[in-house]
């Protein structure tokens, strides 16, 4: 495992391959041919006296092959090229033909074999017959056969590539192959994926060279030799299943095999059941015709379950050192373990490849897979040959690409201001031991062994700068970056205030602060008596609604602090509907946790994915054993309102719709008061900030839409379920989804409840109102619309008669949107100033809505009535309608949820029918227009 990849480095260096007699390659020291296919590159052609220029790319890499002559570089830009490349001419020793694309350090590199999106698969990649002298690098290759084959040609290298053959369907008989008197040819730090075998070297090839590759192969095997003599297989790490990561078949002899890591693949291999033959688990396979002359060692070998990991002349061994000691001379420093290793098969830090290889094996390459340098791990014991602490495998555990430190004090500065450009990384196993800087001003880079410069850029621009060191180990790390420099100004901060996820959540960031200095730190103070916040940007959670002055504080490298401030509206957002199926989620009475005086109990509302809910819309039920009280639910983690929700004496059982702030949360807290008193909540929808997805209210003048007592009908009896048809009925549209009803249970002859639910036969197990026999009661219900536009009411047990009252409804075309507020009581007629409302005597009450609010959720209460009768709620100028919110009896306090239209002033009237009683009136949110 890297500790990071870092793209766009310098280029790896050569693979070693004199150790076999193979000359090195450079890079062709006359002319370059171009290839680029790309949108910007509309000037390609492969015909013309100017055809491979700068001017004039070649449009395919064939024409460049075509083309090209000893010692020349084919350069191919990134793209896409949908074609199968044959090489026919051939370079010279010492003056090889390299087509160049990229690094496996690069994060694009020119991909032959296929078109953009996977289309158009080719046969071959490359091939490469009958020629000498060839290295292709830095290209991404895939095809349907072998993707690239290599037949009757000498030093041919392929090196820095990751090659793909096709992974569906039946697996070519390769990934790359060397075949017919291929001599002295190489297979060298590439990625290599999928095919029969992934490295396939055909009988008649001698002097093969596989090294430093990563090869992933979980359908077939790794690198299989046949009948090919004198093959160097060193410093690879391959992955395989059911097949072997190195197999010399054959006659095969005088091979070496030392430094590879050969893995059980790391992902299939947790959830296999077992090989069609235990010994294709085997990692290292050499035939007894192989055995001549072959020399393996300082390998890491991962066992497949119970099965062997070699097989030597056709003998099984299930581990390194049984393989030692039957087999005198071979792995004696072979190790069998779990390598550790990463998704991209490089090993992790507890890897035990790490500073074990043997340096001096041939073929060893003199970089990794990435290009970077053996470096010694501190935290590792060096158990190698040769110099002690290289990997084993195709790469590297190394601090090298890790380039933190390297850059510049400040990356904003004024014109002529000096900037130190620091050289040494924060992190590394080797010493940098000479650094160069290029300030990319088109002044003179700078080099020698100064870990720190200074420069001053004479006039305003962005200027792209490059500092490097290089270590001791060889690797070089480079980090470049941009300088922008400008006239000298002041410091202007600019502060940007977001809405947040949340309700009352808001997000502070900076707007754009200009100054010619780097910006060194940014505070916000909100303006709460909370702790200012110094993130580079920042969310803060108000805990009430409010008018609150925000203020950022901007410092910058030149020393320099200055402030601005903005007045944020803190408010809950209008949101919409979400009618749920009722659901209960409390019952006290089956977990026995009867709230006592002074008690609370935290209520989750919603399941593990709940909504960012503005407020949640219960049905809360107080089952009273002692005493009288009331309780108040209110969102978890806040003040608790001095507002009620349920209102009861000793003995009773009284219900009441609830609209709770939810504050983005899932939990609501329940508090009682007094008394002794069991809890029942069910939850019958939420209010979310509007994001265009959710139903709008509109609010109606009250309407009555059965009246059982009336002529013609008769009570609601056990066991028989009223319809009532609400869509096209009182002004609800056709795409209605829900309603707000007012239900009154009156004359029951037993206790029991009434429950309201949207679907015929599917009765929900909850409740909406509860009586006592004879009782008058009345709650507000929100309920969904059934299929067939109908709202179903049905009777627990005896018989009642049903008031049901409509208020309103919601839909995708309703004209409002709620806005929660936090509870705040408008009116109680006990405090002084007021009086109780007589008999039909009615009182006007401001909402505290903005003016064009529609509607208001109140809780609005009777107490102390001397004579029974009921309350009725209606916005303010319009005529009274023939409907009741609560009905009481004397000396009760009985609450309810009332949703009632206002009048254009923000107002709504309260009448009392007899009697005299006191009035409480508390808000809960209103809707706007939107």
């Known amino acids: 495992m890297r500790l990071r990849k870092i793209a766009g480095l310098a280029s790896a260096t050569s693979v070693v391959l004199g150790i076999i007699g193979m000359p090195g390659y450079a890079v062709a020291d006359s002319s370059t041919l171009y290839v680029d296919n790309s949108n910007t590159a509309a000037h390609c052609g492969d015909t013309g006296a100017a055809a491979g220029s700068t001017a004039q790319p070649f449009c395919t890499v064939q024409a460049a092959a075509d083309a090209a002559q000893p010692g020349q570089t084919v350069r191919v830009a990134n793209g896409y090229y949908d074609e199968s490349v044959t090489i026919t001419h051939s370079g010279a020793p010492g003056r ?80 790359v192959r060397l075949t017919g008197t291929t001599s002295d040819s190489a297979v060298s730090r590439n990625r290599v994926y999928a095919g029969q075998a992934s490295v396939l070297v055909d009988p008649g090839v001698t002097g093969a060279l596989v090294n430093g590759n990563a090869i992933d192969n979980p359908r077939g095997g790794g690198v299989r030799i046949t009948d090919a003599p004198g093959a160097v297989v060193t410093a690879n790490t391959v992955s395989t299943l ?63 379950g119970d099965m062997p990991v070699y097989s030597w002349a056709d003998r099984p061994f299930a581990g390194s050192a049984e393989f030692a000691k039957a087999v005198p001379g071979q792995g004696a420093h072979d190790l069998t373990a779990d390598p550790q290793l990463g998704s991209g098969l490089d090993q992790l830090s507890t890897s035990p490849a790490i500073d074990s290889a043997d340096a001096d094996a041939p073929g060893e390459p003199t970089t990794d897979l990435l290009g970077y340098h053996a470096i010694d791990d501190p935290s590792a014991a060096d158990t190698g040959h040769g110099g002690g602490y290289r990997d084993r495998g195709a790469f590297e555990f190394t601090t ?25 990384p924060y992190q590394t196993w080797s010493p940098a031991v000479s650094y160069a800087y ?28 490059t500092v490097t060191a290089t270590l001791a180990n060889g690797d070089t790390l480079a980090a470049t970056d941009t300088e922008v420099v400008s006239p000298d100004a002041p410091l202007v901060p600019v502060l940007k205030i977001v809405d947040g996820h949340d309700p009352l959540e808001y997000w502070a960031e900076d707007g754009g602060t200009t100054t ?25 959670l108000y805990s009430r609604e409010g008018d609150y002055t925000v203020t950022m504080t901007v410092t910058d490298s030149g020393g320099r602090t200055a402030r601005t401030s903005k007045v944020v509206h803190v408010g809950y957002r209008p949101s919409v509907f979400h009618a749920l199926a009722p659901k209960r989620v409390l019952d006290t009475r089956q977990q026995h946790t009867t709230l006592g005086p002074g008690q609370s109990i935290d209520v989750r509302v919603f399941d593990q994915q709940y909504p960012v809910a503005s407020a949640v819309v219960l049905n809360v039920t107080a ?37 709770v702030l939810a504050e983005g949360g899932s939990t609501v ?12 909540i069910d939850i019958f929808g939420y209010y979310e900030p509007n994001t265009g997805v959710g139903d709008r209210f509109t609010a109606q003048a009250p309407s009555r839409l059965l009246d059982t007592r009336a002529p013609g009908h008769s009570p609601v009896a056990a066991g028989s379920p009223v319809e009532l048809p609400v869509r096209g009925q009182h002004g609800v549209p056709a795409d209605a989804t829900a309603v707000v009803l007012n239900v009154t249970a009156t004359r029951g002859t037993k206790a029991g409840y009434f429950s309201l639910y949207p679907e015929a036969g599917k009765p929900t197990g909850t409740s909406n109102l509860n009586f006592a026999a004879g009782q008058t009661v009345a709650n507000q219900v929100v309920v969904p619309v059934g299929s067939d536009g109908k709202v179903r009411l049905s009777n627990f047990q005896g018989s009642a008669d049903a008031v049901v009252d409509l208020f309103g409804y919601y839909g995708p075309h309703g004209d409002s949107l709620f806005k929660p507020a936090t509870p705040v009581r408008l009116v109680d007629t006990r405090e002084a100033g007021h009086g109780a409302l007589g008999a039909g005597q009615s009182i006007a009450v401001g909402a505290g809505a903005p003016a064009g609010a529609t509607g208001a959720v109140l809780n609005v209460t009777a107490t102390a009535p001397t004579a029974p009768g009921y309350l009725t709620v209606w916005a303010d100028g319009a005529d009274r309608p023939g409907t009741s919110n609560l009905n009481f009896l004397p000396g009760q306090t009985v609450p309810n949820h009332v949703t009632t239209p206002l009048s254009p ?10 009697g005299n009683t006191q009035v409480v009136a508390d808000l809960f949110g209103y809707f706007v227009k939107g």
């Open 242 to 304: 059911c097949a072997p990561a190195i197999a010399l078949q054959g006659g095969s002899g005088k091979a070496t095999v030392e430094n590879n890591v050969l893995a059980a693949n790391w992902d299939d291999s947790r959830n296999f059941s077992s090989c069609d033959h235990p010994a294709d688990g085997a990692k290292l396979v050499v035939s007894a015709g192989s055995t001549t002359g072959t020399y393996a060692d300082y390998n890491l070998v991962n066992p497949l």
């Open 516 to 540: 010619p200095w780097t910006v060194t730190g940014r505070t916000y103070d909100y303006g709460d008596g909370s702790a200012p916040d110094s993130s580079s940007w920042s969310d803060h």
């Open 623 to 659: 089952v009273s054993h002692s005493g009288g009280g009331y309780l108040t639910v209110y969102p978890k983690g806040s003040d608790r309102p001095k507002t009620s929700n349920v209102n009861f004496t000793a003995g009773q059982v009284v219900p009441n719709l609830v609209t």
């Open 905 to 914: 002033a923000g107002k709504f009237d309260v009448y009392n029918f007899h």
């Open 96 to 175: 090889p033909i390299t087509f160049l694309g990229g690094t496996l350090r690069d994060t694009q590199r020119p991909i032959v074999g296929t078109a953009a999106g996977g289309v158009g698969r080719v046969g071959h990649a490359f091939v490469v017959k009958g020629v000498q002298d060839i290295r292709i690098s830095g290209f991404g290759m895939t095809a349907n056969a072998e993707t690239v084959l290599v037949g009757d040609s000498a030093r041919v290298v392929l090196d820095q590539n990751q090659i793909w053959s096709t992974t569906t369907g039946q697996l070519a008989p390769a990934t």
């Open 438 to 465: 290029d300030f990319g001003d088109g002044t003179p880079p700078v080099t020698g062994t100064d870990a720190e410069v200074t420069h001053a850029y004479r006039a305003a621009g962005s200027y792209r700068y």
């Open 669 to 680: 807290t329940v508090f009682n008061h007094s008394g002794d008193t069991d809890v029942v």
């Open 400 to 424: 090298s690409t890790y380039v933190s430190g390297l850059g510049v004090d400040q990356q904003r500065v004024p014109v002529d201001t000096r900037v130190t450009f620091h050289g040494t």
